[in-house]
C-alpha cells in the first residue's frame, strides 16, 4: 500500500497553497490516513512530480491541466469547506 | 495594536493602521490597490508591489478568493517587499472579483513576505481563523479595531 502524495498548486506557491495545504492535511487526518506527503508548488514548476492528484483552485484547474496532460486534477473551491475537502481526496487513498 | 507580547504572528501584524473597515470602492482593483495603500504607508512595501497584485489577478484570475466571500491578494515574494506585512480590508458593498463560486468579496487581506518560508506563521494563523466560519462573519461585520482586535486576540491564545 502506498502512501498518498498531493502537489497543492497557486502562482507563486507561496500564498493560498499554503493555506489549501494545511487544510488538505487536515481533512487526511480526519480521514483516518495519516501516512501521506502534501507538498506546494508554483505553476511553473509542478511539472512530472507523478503526485497521487494535483490540488488548485478551480480558477486554475484548465491551466494546471494544460500543464500536466492526463494527471489527475481537482480544483477545489472552497479551501475552507472541510466536506468537499474530504471529497477531493478520498478517491486517491488506498484501502 | 500589535500586542508586542504576543508570540502569535497575526495578532501581531494586526494594527488599526493597516486595517479599514466598510470601505466602498467602485471593483476589485480599487480594492487591492487599497489594501496596498495601507502597507504603503507603513513603508512595508514599494508602490511595485500594489501594481503587481492586481497585475497577478488581471492574469491569472481571482484563484486567491479563497472561500466565499474572502479573498487573499499578494504577489511574488521578493525585493518589493520590505518585511512580512498584512493588511485587512472589509468591503461595503462586498465587490466582484471574477470567483465563479465565492464572490462577492466582503474580507480582503494583502500580505507581503520577502522569501518563501518567512511568512508561514502567519499564514497558520490566518488560515485558523479562516476555518472559524463564525470568526469569519464577526470579522465581515466590524466597525472598530479593538472589539475585532480582542476577539480574535481570545481566538488565538
Known amino acids: ?95 | 495594536m500589535g500586542d508586542i507580547h504576543t508570540t502569535n504572528k497575526l495578532l501581531h501584524m494586526l494594527t488599526p493602521e493597516t486595517t479599514a473597515f466598510a470601505q466602498k470602492v467602485s471593483d476589485w482593483r480599487e480594492a487591492i490597490r487599497l489594501a496596498g495603500q495601507l502597507l504603503l504607508k507603513e513603508q512595508s512595501i514599494s508602490a511595485e508591489y500594489i501594481d503587481e497584485c492586481v497585475q497577478v489577478a488581471e492574469e491569472v484570475g481571482a484563484y486567491f478568493v479563497v472561500r466565499p466571500g474572502v479573498a487573499i491578494s499578494h504577489a511574488r515574494p521578493g525585493e518589493n517587499v520590505k518585511r512580512v506585512c498584512l493588511s485587512t480590508v472589509t468591503l461595503d458593498p462586498p465587490v466582484c472579483f471574477g470567483h465563479p463560486d465565492n464572490d462577492p468579496v466582503t474580507l480582503l487581506f494583502m500580505f507581503g513576505t520577502r522569501d518563501n518560508d518567512g511568512h508561514i506563521d502567519l499564514l497558520r494563523d490566518l488560515s485558523k481563523v479562516l476555518s472559524n466560519d463564525e470568526m469569519v462573519e464577526r470579522i465581515m461585520k466590524a466597525t472598530e479595531f479593538k472589539p475585532m482586535y480582542d476577539d480574535l486576540h481570545q481566538m488565538l491564545s
Open chain 1, 1 to 95: 500500500m502506498s502512501s498518498p502524495y498531493f502537489v497543492v498548486v497557486c502562482t507563486f506557491g507561496a500564498g493560498s497553497s499554503l493555506m489549501l495545504r494545511l487544510n488538505v492535511e487536515a481533512a487526511l487526518k480526519e480521514l483516518g490516513c495519516n501516512d501521506f506527503k502534501v507538498e506546494v508548488s508554483d505553476m511553473g514548476s509542478c511539472k512530472n512530480k507523478n503526485p497521487s492528484a494535483y490540488l488548485c483552485s478551480t480558477v486554475l484547474l484548465s491551466n494546471l491541466e494544460s500543464q500536466n496532460p492526463g494527471a489527475p486534477v481537482v480544483g477545489i473551491k472552497d479551501f475552507y469547506n472541510k466536506q468537499s475537502l474530504q471529497d477531493a481526496v478520498k478517491p486517491f487513498l488506498s484501502l
